[in-house]
């Protein structure tokens, strides 16, 4: 069945940096686009970063030019670099998959402290 597994986050002061990762399995990895989501309290899920096969990217506007997504296939992995990091970035970060329907990872918490 269809697992994602996300990691790396933790507590980070402004203007530092993470990196997120998730592994994928039970499905085809390298023929399927991936994408990051987050979710800050009381606020609805949002699209972070999107990678496709061939590796065009997709930035959310609030992140462009501070966040890189990156994919692994042979790793069945796909990451995201986060720097620069502010306190409005503060949310759980979720993996997402979109194979018929939709998967999401189980989430790592990121906070930012200002």
């Known amino acids: 069945q269809v697992q994602l597994v996300e990691s790396g986050g933790g507590l980070v002061q402004a203007g530092g940096s993470l990196r997120l990762s998730c592994a994928a399995s039970?499905?085809?990895?390298?023929?399927?686009?991936m994408a990051w989501y987050r979710q800050a309290p009381g606020k609805q899920r949002e699209l972070v970063a999107r990678i496709t096969t061939g590796l065009t990217t997709t930035y959310a506007d609030s992140v462009r030019g501070r966040f890189t997504i990156s994919r692994d296939n042979a790793k069945g992995t796909v990451y995201l670099q986060m720097n620069s990091l502010k306190p409005e970035d503060t949310a759980i970060y979720y993996c997402h998959l979109n194979l018929r329907r939709d998967y999401w990872g189980q989430g790592t918490q990121v906070t930012v402290s200002s």
């Open positions: 039970g499905f085809a990895f390298r023929i399927n686009t």
